[in-house]
C-alpha cells in the first residue's frame, strides 16, 4: 500500500482541507494515510475527524496515526509538511515583543524581518531532522512543504536536506481571483503569468482576449486608493513600481523599508497597515479553537468539499498522468535569469507522471527582481547562519533585511539579535 505522511497532522483544520482533499480524490483511493505529531492530544483529534470523514465519504484511504516519526515516514510516497516550531507561546510572542523594545514593529513576521529570521533559525533544524529520516526511510519521497517561511526552508530541504521538495502557497492560485473581485472585474476568459519569489511574486501578465488588462486595473486600483480598504499595500506598490503583489498587503508591509516607519508614523493610517496582526489572529484561533475541535472532531456526519490546495491535485497528476499546472516554490535552476540562482523562486511548474517541472521565465523587468533581491539577500544569509552556526551571519541577515535596515542602526540590530537568541533558549541551536 502506497503511504501519504502528514507531518504537523495536529493542524487539524489545515488537515481536514489537505487530506479529506485525498479522500475525495479517486487516483488516491487505497493509500495509507499517516499522521503524526509531537503533540498526542492534537493527533487524536485529527486521527477522530479523519474517520469521520473516511466514513460520510466512503474514502477507501487507510488511516493510521504514529507515535514515532521515523515509521510514520517508512516507504512514504508523499510527505506533507505543516509543522510550526515553537507556536504562539513563547515563540510568536517573543519575536514580537523583543522588537518592539527597539520600536521595530511587524506585522506578521513570518517570512522575512526579524520575526521571520528566528522562525527560520529554529524550524530549520527540525526540517534537517525530518531529511536525515527521509533520506534513512523513503529516499524517492517527494515532500511537499506548507509551512513558513516558505522560500527558505524549501531551499534548505532541497540543497541541504537532500530531499525533492517543491513548496506550496495559497497567494499565486488567490492573486487574481481576490484581486479582480476587489475591483469589481469578472476573471472568466482571463489569463495570467505569475513569477518571483514565495510571497512576493508578481502578476507579470493578465489579459483577456489578447488585450492587456493592466491599465484597467490600475485605473480602479488608483480609484480605490482614495478609499480606505485592506489592500492598501499592494496597490501602491503596483501604482508606483508597476506590477501586483501575490501575497497580502499586511505581509508586503514589512518586506519593503516604505510603510513601518517611526519617522513616518501617519503612514500606518494613510495605508491601514495592520501593525500585530499576527498575534492577534493566533489569539482568536486559540480562543475559538473549543467550539471549532467540537464541530471537527466530534460531528461523525462530518462532511468535506474538495479544498483548492494544490496538494491532492499534485499528488493526482503524478498517479494518472493527466498534467495539472500549479505556482510551485523550487530551486533558481536558470528559471529566473535574473536572480541568483541559490534563491528558492515561485515559477509556474507542470505536474505529471514526472513529477514537478518548472518552467523558465527569462528575465523579471529591473525593478522587481531588484525588490526580490533585497528579500533573497536576508535569506542566504539566514540560511548561512543555520547551516554553519555562525552568529555573525544573523546579523548580517538581520542587517539586510529592508524594514530592520531602514528602522534601526547596526549596533541595534545586533543587541536585538543577541537578545532574540537568549529569548529563544532551547528552541535555537548554540551559534557560535
Not at 519617522?263 to 501593525?275: D, G
Not at 489572529?281 to 468535506?304: P, S, Y
Request: glycine letters at 6%; aromatic letters at 8%.
Amino acid at each position: 500500500m502506497s503511504k501519504i505522511t502528514f507531518i504537523g497532522a495536529g493542524s487539524t483544520v489545515f488537515a481536514k482541507n489537505i487530506l479529506g482533499d485525498v479522500m475525495h480524490t479517486p487516483a488516491l483511493q487505497g493509500f495509507e494515510i499517516a499522521l503524526y505529531d509531537i503533540d498526542a492530544d492534537r493527533l487524536r483529534d485529527s486521527e477522530t475527524m479523519l474517520q469521520n470523514i473516511k466514513l460520510t465519504s466512503g474514502s477507501a484511504c487507510e488511516i493510521k496515526a504514529y507515535s514515532d516519526r521515523k515509521e510514520a515516514l517508512r516507504g512514504a510516497k508523499y510527505i506533507v509538511n505543516a509543522i510550526q516550531v515553537g507556536g504562539y507561546d513563547p515563540c510568536t510572542i517573543t519575536d514580537f515583543e523583543i522588537p518592539k523594545k527597539y520600536g521595530l514593529r511587524q506585522t506578521i513576521a513570518d517570512t522575512v524581518g526579524i520575526g521571520g529570521i528566528f522562525r527560520n533559525l529554529r524550524t530549520i533544524p527540525v526540517m534537517l531532522d525530518f531529511a536525515k529520516d527521509i533520506n534513512e526511510v523513503c529516499p524517492d519521497a517527494l515532500f511537499l512543504n506548507y509551512t513558513n517561511p516558505m522560500a527558505v526552508l524549501t531551499n534548505v530541504m532541497n540543497t541541504h536536506g537532500g530531499v525533492n521538495t517543491v513548496g506550496l502557497c495559497h497567494s499565486v492560485q488567490v492573486c487574481v481571483p481576490h484581486l479582480f473581485k476587489h475591483l469589481g472585474m469578472e476573471t472568466e476568459g482571463v489569463k495570467w503569468h505569475i513569477a518571483g519569489i514565495n510571497h512576493m511574486a508578481w502578476l507579470l501578465e493578465v489579459s483577456k482576449n489578447g488585450v492587456d488588462l493592466y491599465p484597467e486595473i490600475k485605473r480602479r486600483a488608483a480609484e480605490k486608493q482614495k478609499e480606505k480598504h485592506d489592500d492598501m499595500v499592494r496597490f501602491e506598490m503596483m501604482l508606483k513600481f508597476g506590477y501586483y503583489i501575490t501575497e497580502s498587503s499586511e505581509h508586503n508591509a514589512e518586506y519593503h523599508p516604505y510603510f513601518i516607519k517611526r519617522n513616518y508614523p501617519e503612514l500606518i493610517e494613510r495605508f491601514n497597515i495592520p501593525l500585530d496582526e499576527y498575534p492577534r489572529r493566533c489569539v482568536n484561533q486559540i480562543q475559538n479553537w473549543a467550539d471549532m475541535r467540537d464541530k471537527l472532531v466530534n460531528d461523525k456526519g462530518l462532511e468535506h468539499c474538495r479544498s483548492h490546495e494544490y496538494a491532492s491535485y499534485i499528488l493526482e497528476a503524478i498517479e494518472t498522468d493527466v498534467p495539472f499546472r500549479i505556482g510551485g516554490n523550487v530551486m533558481n535552476t536558470g528559471l529566473i535569469t535574473n536572480l541568483p540562482k541559490e534563491a528558492c523562486v515561485e515559477v509556474p511548474c507542470l505536474v505529471d507522471r514526472n513529477g514537478v517541472t518548472p518552467t523558465y521565465v527569462g528575465d523579471l523587468p529591473p525593478q522587481l527582481a531588484a525588490l526580490n533581491r533585497t528579500n533573497i539577500n536576508t535569506q542566504l544569509l539566514t540560511i548561512e547562519a543555520a547551516v554553519t552556526g555562525k552568529r555573525d551571519h544573523i546579523y548580517h541577515a538581520a542587517m539586510l533585511d529592508p524594514h530592520t535596515s531602514a528602522e534601526l542602526s547596526m549596533d541595534d540590530i545586533v543587541s536585538l539579535c543577541d537578545e532574540l537568541i537568549e529569548a529563544h533558549g532551547s528552541w535555537l541551536p548554540k551559534y557560535k
